[in-house]
């Protein structure tokens, strides 16, 4: 792990965002998009990153692009669920009344 700043752009060619350390990418926000429906399905970091906020900003980037691209969110994610719960973010998400689960991996606990 350097010192050098996580980057974490929007990358919408991949349906994510990511973060870089460098040239090494750390972590992922990860999407399934239908048209201005975007459904955030895994949000993962690097364990040995952990605990310094990419994540949160993994799904901050999806968020800034949503908005720019007057798209809704649906979490499928429950780390992503927990952060858009939060009221800044209500005009952007769509709930589905169905508990959030990993759609990557949706058998591991």
Same mark, same amino acid.
């Given at each position: ?5 996580? *980057? =974490? ?6 349906? /994510? ?34 605990? *310094? ?13 949503? /908005? ?7 979490? /499928? ?16 998400? =769509? ?15």
């Amino acid at each position: 792990m350097s010192d050098e700043v996580i *980057r =974490i752009p929007f990358e919408p060619e991949n349906n /994510r965002s990511a973060a870089y350390d460098g040239e090494k990418q750390v972590g992922e926000c990860l999407l399934r998009v239908n048209g201005a429906e975007w459904t955030i399905t895994h949000t993962g970091v690097d364990p040995s990153y952990g605990g *310094r906020g990419i994540a949160k900003d993994l799904v901050l980037a999806v968020v800034e692009a949503a /908005r720019a691209a007057n798209a809704k969110l649906i979490s /499928r994610c429950s780390y992503a669920a927990k952060v858009l719960s939060k009221p800044e973010f209500s005009d952007l998400v =769509i709930e589905t009344g169905e508990p959030p689960q990993c759609m990557l991996f949706p058998h591991a606990q």
